[in-house]
């Protein structure tokens, strides 16, 4: 199992004894999807908070006709899971599907409670990072409020560039709120600008 990925990352913010990365490593699973293969689907119970080896994933909301909503992507060093089903333990609102072969590092609901008892500073990090999802999740709705399309695909561009060329581009539109059509019209009209 490789989560050397992980333990980079968390060291990067915490600094983690080797007993404390041994266990950390007791509690966590290792698994690869395949690219279309999904990690959770709307209606079940999200088990797992996951953070991203390897690969790149979609979280979206699959309305009643069909239509996909995207909501967000994850890449190497990013984390995805229905937050909302995993922390409650109710069904979930979103899938996450692998756009890529995927390798994720898993931590059940009940091993990352263990894990927060055993090493407290690892529950302050992981609420940090809810903190700053949900606070980037809140700028997000207001640029989807105030920001004309262009200026959301730019935003998207300058923030997400390794995503940008790694994913089709109905589903940049579709988490843009806009058709392919548009995202192409717009694309052509900053062609001809630069």
């Given at each position: 199992?490789?989560?050397?990925?992980?333990?980079?990352?968390?060291?990067?913010?915490?600094?983690?004894?080797?007993?404390?990365?041994?266990?950390?490593?007791?509690?966590?699973?290792?698994?690869?999807?395949?690219?279309?293969?999904?990690?959770?689907?709307?209606?079940?119970?999200?088990?797992?908070?996951?953070?991203?080896?390897?690969?790149?994933?979609?979280?979206?909301?699959?309305?009643?006709?069909?239509?996909?909503?995207?909501?967000?992507?994850?890449?190497?060093?990013?984390?995805?899971?229905?937050?909302?089903?995993?922390?409650?333990?109710?069904?979930?609102?979103?899938?996450?599907?692998?756009?890529?072969?995927?390798?994720?590092?898993?931590?059940?609901?009940?091993?990352?409670?263990?894990?927060?008892?055993?090493?407290?500073?690892?529950?302050?990090?992981?609420?940090?990072?809810v903190?700053?999802?949900?606070?980037?999740?809140?700028?997000?709705?207001?640029?989807?409020?105030?920001?004309?399309?262009?200026?959301?695909?730019?935003?998207?561009k300058?923030?997400?560039?390794?995503?940008?060329?790694?994913?089709?581009?109905?589903?940049?539109?579709?988490?843009?709120?806009?058709?392919?059509?548009?995202?192409s019209?717009?694309?052509?009209?900053?062609?001809?600008?630069?």
């Amino acid at each position: 199992m490789n989560i050397q990925p992980l333990l980079d990352y968390i060291k990067s913010l915490i600094d983690l004894t080797p007993k404390e990365e041994a266990f950390l490593e007791s509690k966590v699973t290792y698994r690869k999807y395949l690219k279309g293969q999904y990690v959770i689907q709307q209606g079940d119970i999200c088990k797992y908070e996951c953070f991203v080896i390897s690969g790149c994933t979609k979280t979206f909301y699959l309305d009643q006709e069909g239509q996909e909503h995207m909501v967000m992507f994850a890449i190497e060093n990013w984390w995805t899971a229905d937050m909302g089903s995993f922390i409650s333990q109710t069904p979930a609102d979103y899938n996450v599907q692998c756009l890529e072969n995927t390798e994720l590092i898993l931590f059940a609901y009940d091993e990352l409670e263990e894990l927060y008892a055993e090493i407290p500073k690892l529950e302050r990090l992981f609420r940090q990072i809810v903190e700053r999802a949900f606070v980037a999740s809140q700028k997000r709705i207001v640029r989807n409020f105030s920001l004309t399309a262009k200026e959301r695909y730019l935003y998207f561009k300058s923030q997400y560039t390794q995503i940008e060329e790694r994913i089709p581009q109905y589903l940049v539109a579709s988490f843009l709120g806009i058709t392919k059509e548009f995202l192409s019209k717009i694309k052509s009209q900053l062609a001809i600008e630069n």
